[in-house]
């Protein structure tokens, strides 16, 4: 049985890029069904995984994981260890609840003084073609 196995599934080592396959009862209905990852550990021919968003608390079996030369992990892998069901929610291009934490507080602050100087703007010029003094956008400054 061993046998067979090795001659389906190439042998993966430590620091390749896989795709981990998501099972069904641990995505959601938009999430993608493979998480892109890195080989951190190998032990019996399961393998420990990290993502951008932490290390996949289970150890995933040969199976369950494919080799992807291809993909880019950009980052360091958080030392954290996490649930497979949580990482492919993170993943998600749909995940509403993480789409807040993916900004930094710099790039938020960044974002609010450009959307205040942009009213600031259109404020003077709506003042000026209405010749009145009257806050017209709804921010003051």
Excluded: H, Y
């Excluded at 069904?33 to 550990?41: P, Q, R």
């Excluded at 190998?42 to 030369?69: C, H, Q």
């Excluded at 993170?90 to 934490?101: E, H, L, P, T, V």
């Amino acid at each position: 049985m061993i046998a067979l196995s090795s001659k389906k599934f190439k042998d993966i080592d430590i620091g390749t890029t896989v795709l981990v396959e998501v099972p069904k009862v641990d995505r959601g209905p938009l999430d993608s069904k493979n998480i892109a990852g890195k080989i951190l550990e190998k032990r019996n021919e399961l393998f420990r995984v990290g993502t951008p968003f932490g290390i996949i608390s289970d150890w995933i079996p040969r199976n369950a994981v494919l080799s992807s030369p291809n993909t880019i992990i950009s980052g360091d892998i958080p030392q954290i260890t996490l649930p497979l069901r949580t990482i492919a929610a993170k993943c998600s291009s749909f995940a509403q609840q993480d789409m807040g934490n993916r900004l930094s507080a710099i790039d938020r602050e960044a974002i609010k003084n450009e959307l205040r100087e942009t009213f600031r703007i259109q404020n003077s010029v709506l003042q000026s073609l209405s010749g009145s003094g009257a806050l017209v956008c709804g921010i003051s400054q």
